[in-house]
């Protein structure tokens, strides 16, 4: 569904500056943490160190977005991940 304009408008003016906040808190606070956490593992540079199973291109398929637009997910259920909840502050310390 949509939501009214009203809504959007003070989500807005009040939650996306208190996200900004909290993601500039958490980006200064990055170098500190990565300095402790396996500084020198950056497979977004260097792909062999990834960790990732690595799948046959044989196995991938093109989706076009009009195949998508009947996929049923009303049996799945969300996770607090999914949801946004839990504090981002955790993984950073």
């Known amino acids: 569904g949509s939501l009214p304009k009203w809504v959007v408008n003070k989500s807005s003016q009040f939650l996306a500056p208190k996200a900004m906040k909290k993601m500039y808190k958490a980006c200064l606070k990055y170098p500190e943490w990565k300095k402790k956490h396996d500084p020198h593992f950056k497979p977004w540079l260097f792909p062999e160190q990834s960790r990732l199973p690595a799948l046959a291109l044989s196995e991938l398929s093109l989706q076009h977005a009009d195949s998508l637009e009947n996929i049923d997910e009303s049996s799945l259920a969300e996770?607090?991940?999914?949801?946004?909840e839990g504090s981002d502050e955790d993984s950073l310390t």
Not at 79 to 84: H, I, P, V, Y
């Open 79 to 84: 996770s607090k991940e999914d949801r946004g």
